[in-house]
């Protein structure tokens, strides 16, 4: 059932990217590279609260271990989520061609 879902999700991909929007990628583009660049925006945006819950959840009283460990866990997570978007440049110019 994954399968036939994977195999009519490119098949889908496929039907949207036709005419102007085959690769090689051109300027009819650069609306979806902008739109990268919110959306990985406004994730690491949200990730700063995340973040800053992971940390501040170690000095407060009468919280559970488990509960410091998974609040830190998802803080580390959109740590590493903030670097690989910043690293690896996931937010840039959208005139990348």
Do not use: Y
Not at 24 to 41: C, S
Not at 78 to 85: K, N, P, V
Not at 88 to 94: K, Q, V
């Amino acid at each position: 059932m994954v399968v036939a879902a994977a195999v009519a999700l490119v098949r889908q991909q496929f039907r949207i990217a036709a005419g102007d929007d085959m690769l090689p990628p051109n300027p009819g583009w650069f609306k979806w590279f902008v739109l990268m660049n919110w959306t990985a925006g406004i994730a690491m945006f949200f990730s700063f609260f995340a973040i800053v819950a992971g940390i501040g959840v170690w000095f407060r009283e009468r919280v559970r271990r488990i509960t410091m460990v998974k609040f830190s866990l998802v803080g580390l997570a959109c740590l590493f989520l903030c670097w690989f978007a910043w690293c690896w440049n996931l937010i840039g110019p959208a005139h990348r061609i």
